[in-house]
């Protein structure tokens, strides 16, 4: 219905955006899973017997940190592959019908997993002083659940175009995963396990210890040291955007899909800042102001970048977190419910432009 039109020519472009926000994923898989669900009635209205799955609607996914978890969840194959003797150039993944984990396993995996990848502890305001000094959590159990989910997957492998954002700290710089067409890819591209992008993506500053990989695809031995790349794309819609126009340098029209995982409610005022140090501007009790504001600063400015470009039909779904936590690390029962309650706030403040997007989707 979609991926036959997906060569080099293509006119118009479909991309779908995913914040990262830790634990507050589970406010753009709401969404999605919503999305979802009006292409459905949509496709039914008009009598289609084959609904498209989430891949075959966008031509490119991107997330950051908890955002690249769900794309690569959504595009990652059901069966593995025999790789064979062949490099990532070479090889281009066969189509499977479905993904290997649905919106639905994803909405599980915040609500079932995610108190064990944060888990809470009765001294939890002692762990966030001593965040000052070390890392938050243990990396292993989220290293687990990526393993279950992804197994030996590969990114090249994935159902449609992704882009990952991590950032390299050895070389100092932004580091992207790329599965990009056939007609786009160079011999020089690097391959990695999903199960490892994921972790780089989501290396979050003082939450996880840096990620330590490696690709697999033959070309390089090389090890690379990957941080959450939410540090300078906690939104990265304009990232995708560019990635797109290289890929499609053809294109005329972009459809963006931004989903982001909620807006930060508190707001600093001159009064409590005036005397503060460089301790106040990172202190994990605040809620890191220096970082908060770093990333709502570039999410915002991308918002305005795309909204103003042409040739862009840019939608974006966020809210404030009234009700719900800001933190990323907060699981409890009585958080995830909240998060949810975001996510309804934010289907029914926006029925019309979701309406929209569906009709500039299809």
């Not at 064979?84 to 290997?100: D, F, K, L, Q, Y």
């Not at 305001?125 to 992804?150: H, I, N, S």
């Not at 294109?251 to 409590?272: D, M, N, Q, W």
Request: charged share 25%; net charge positive.
């Amino acid at each position: 219905m979609f991926k036959r039109y997906t060569a080099r020519y293509k006119r118009t472009v479909r991309i779908l955006s995913i914040d990262g926000g830790g634990v507050r994923g589970l406010i753009p898989t709401f969404l999605l899973h919503d999305i979802y669900r009006r292409i459905e009635l949509r496709c039914a209205s008009w009598g289609r017997r084959k609904v498209p799955r989430i891949h075959e609607v966008f031509d490119l996914v991107a997330g950051t940190s908890t955002g690249g978890l769900i794309a690569l969840g959504l595009c990652a194959p059901e069966q593995h592959f025999n790789h064979g003797g062949e490099s990532s150039a070479e090889r281009e993944p066969p189509p499977a019908p479905h993904p290997a984990v649905t919106i639905e396993r994803i909405i599980e995996i915040y609500t079932r997993y995610g108190s064990q990848v944060f888990p809470r502890w009765k001294f939890n305001r002692l762990r966030t002083v001593l965040q000052a000094f070390g890392e938050k959590y243990d990396a292993a159990p989220y290293e687990r659940l990526l393993r279950m989910l992804f197994g030996d997957l590969r990114v090249s492998e994935a159902l449609t175009n992704l882009l990952i954002t991590s950032y390299d700290t050895e070389r100092g710089t932004p580091f992207f995963f790329k599965r990009r067409p056939a007609h786009y890819r160079r011999y020089d591209d690097r391959d990695f396990l999903m199960r490892d992008a994921a972790r780089a993506a989501s290396a979050a500053p003082t939450f996880f210890e840096p990620a330590y990989i490696r690709p697999v695809d033959g070309h390089s031995r090389e090890f690379y040291c990957l941080i959450d790349g939410a540090i300078f794309a906690s939104n990265p819609a304009m990232s995708a955007y560019i990635e797109a126009r290289k890929m499609y340098p053809r294109a005329r029209r972009f459809i963006i899909v931004s989903l982001g995982t909620g807006k930060r409610t508190r707001r600093f005022t001159y009064r409590e800042m005036r005397n503060w140090g460089y301790i106040d501007w990172v202190s994990p009790i605040k809620g890191v102001p220096l970082t908060a504001m770093t990333t709502e600063g570039v999410a915002e400015a991308v918002n305005y970048q795309l909204t103003r470009l042409p040739g862009v039909e840019y939608y974006r779904f966020n809210a404030p977190l009234y009700g719900a936590s800001e933190a990323m690390d907060d699981a409890s029962d009585e958080n995830i419910d909240a998060l949810q309650g975001v996510a309804r706030r934010i289907i029914e403040d926006n029925v019309t432009t979701l309406d929209n997007a569906i009709g500039s989707l299809l």
